[in-house]
């Protein structure tokens, strides 16, 4: 990384940074102005690690794990003053496929008319259980 260039952990809530063993995301400073996200679940944002159960009690709703992973985002795009119309990439993670409609429907109006570069994959299961989308975004973070 050259002297002008920075890697910045981005914690919406610093003080809780200790459980967590990786970035909710990771600011590249300087050249390229680009925010990586870490993935979001309908988990809180901050949670211990190993996992404890009951930190993980999702509703079986698809509609209310994607608004829970979007308000997790939403307090990182926040911190670096950043909006839903920065974002230019998206990858979500289903463990069905079926619910893409009903995550879409809930994630299109944090866009509006912007729709950034995507990708969807369906995976057999995700990090805690229960969990039925996970979302991790690239950010083009504007130059104060």
């Known amino acids: 990384m050259s002297d002008s ?33 870490s993935g979001a679940t309908a988990s809180d944002l901050y949670h211990h690690h190993p996992h404890i159960d009951s930190e993980h009690q999702h509703s079986c709703d698809i509609t209310v794990q994607t608004e ?10 926040d911190t670096v003053g950043a909006t839903w119309t920065d974002v230019v990439k998206i990858t979500k993670y289903l463990t069905d496929m079926r619910d893409a409609d009903g995550m879409h429907r809930t994630m299109n109006p944090y866009f509006g008319d912007w729709r950034p570069a995507s990708t969807m994959i369906c995976i057999n299961q995700l990090s805690s259980p229960g969990a039925r989308v996970e979302l991790d975004m690239i950010v083009a973070v504007p130059a104060k």
């Open 5 to 37: 260039v920075t890697l910045k952990p981005i914690h919406p809530e610093p003080e809780k940074a200790w459980m967590m063993p990786y970035a909710p995301a990771v600011h590249i400073v300087g050249a390229c102005n680009l925010m990586y996200i």
């Open 68 to 77: 829970r992973a979007m308000a997790a985002i939403k307090s990182i795009l």
